[in-house]
């Protein structure tokens, strides 16, 4: 079972993690630690063979029990340490009572540590809603004066493979003919555009590199996906240290799963690599096959600032990425702002009518 709390040496407290100063910063006495080989240091990672994970047989070093808290309503597994008996999911704020069980799962293997601190992403986050036009007034200003937001890993999966395509298909190319049509009752003439096909066939190979796969589904994905790009080149090898003051999230989604949809990235990027070599204006691919080897996988913690606020009886809950401050969240609507925008949008218009009937 993994506790992520280190007590400071001068005085007993826990230390947490400062994204700032890349430091185990003692918030009772101001002690600082260095964690060993970071921070941003790049280091590179070792990736893990996919196949003998799927058939369970990945060395005992490469799993941990952790236990976590299971949110009944959006289904996030948080880790909590064993001191914890009661909290609030941090996703989408249901009170909760932990769980007393214990999970297997893969170990991390890198972990992107937090670049941003809470006071960073809170002013980013307020100034995201502050762009928002139509955002109900009273939720911004609960946002601004809001309780802290959290700070979460939460879990991915990276895959690597080697691929090598084989396809066949038609190339075409795009010329013109000369017809003679009426207009106006005059002959004239109009350049028609033609395909011609000719048969294609040929090989292509591509190496992916860190697929990035969320791992989670206690957001939407739509929200996660739009914090990218992620720089994936400062990811640490795993240290607990780096989570201190912070939570993490368990995996939901199983390797197997985040690998199906890492094929789908594959595939999408093979055909546009097919078309490109048949070339021509447009293309055909009437067979494709691919060989997919040397798969191989790792797990990483990422970081997301997350707030989730009950406001008029609907939670909102907003994303902020830890390391670049980019914003998602769910878009509020004020329905005063929309009705008196549309008020205002009829009588302009009604307003440049009169001018142009009176003006005729």
């Known amino acids: 079972m993994t506790e992520h709390r280190f007590p400071c040496e001068q005085c007993g407290a826990d230390y947490r993690f400062d994204p700032a100063r890349g430091l185990l910063v003692c918030d009772h006495c101001g002690d600082t630690q260095r964690i060993d080989g970071g921070p941003w240091g790049g280091a590179s990672l070792r990736e893990l063979d996919f196949d003998a994970a799927i058939a369970r047989n990945l060395p005992e070093a490469e799993i941990e029990e952790t236990r976590v808290l299971t949110c009944p309503n959006c289904a996030a597994q948080v880790e909590f340490d064993p001191a914890t008996h009661a909290a609030e999911c941090p996703f989408c704020a249901t009170p909760v009572v932990t769980d007393t069980g214990t999970s297997r799962h893969i170990k991390p293997r890198g972990v992107l540590p937090f670049q941003l601190d809470e006071r960073a992403a809170h002013k980013a986050m307020t100034d995201w809603l502050g762009r928002l036009w139509f955002a109900p007034g009273g939720l911004r200003d609960y946002a601004r004066k809001g309780r ?145 080897r040397d798969v191989t996988f790792k797990h990483v913690l990422l970081p997301v600032w997350l707030a989730a606020y009950k406001y008029q009886g609907r939670t909102f809950r907003f994303v902020v990425n830890g390391q670049t401050g980019r914003v998602q969240g769910e878009r509020p609507w004020s329905a005063i702002k929309v009705f008196f925008a549309i008020v205002v949008g009829l009588a302009v218009a009604a307003g440049i009518g009169y001018l142009s009937a009176t003006s005729q």
């Not at 879990?155 to 395509?165: F, L, N, Q, V």
């Not at 190979?205 to 969320?214: E, G, N, P, S, T």
């Not at 999230?249 to 490109?276: C, K, N, P, W």
Request: proline share 4%; no cysteine; net charge positive.
């Open 148 to 292: 802290r937001m959290q700070g979460i890993y939460v879990p991915y999966w990276t895959y690597d493979a080697d691929t090598a395509s084989r396809y066949s298909g038609q190339r075409g190319t795009i010329y013109y003919t000369t017809r003679t049509v009426m207009q106006n009752g005059k002959r004239v003439q109009q350049q028609v555009a033609q395909i011609r096909w000719t048969p294609a066939s040929g090989r292509v190979a591509r190496f992916f590199d860190d697929i990035l796969v969320l791992a989670s589904r206690s957001l939407p994905k739509s929200y996660t996906d739009a914090l990218r790009p992620w720089d994936l080149a400062a990811l640490q090898p795993y240290q607990p240290q780096y989570l201190a003051g912070f939570r993490a999230e368990a995996y939901t989604v199983s390797l197997q799963d985040g690998y199906e949809e890492a094929r789908q990235h594959m595939a999408r990027v093979i055909e546009r690599d097919v078309r490109f070599d048949i070339g021509g204006d447009q293309q055909r691919i009437t067979a494709l096959e691919t060989n997919v």
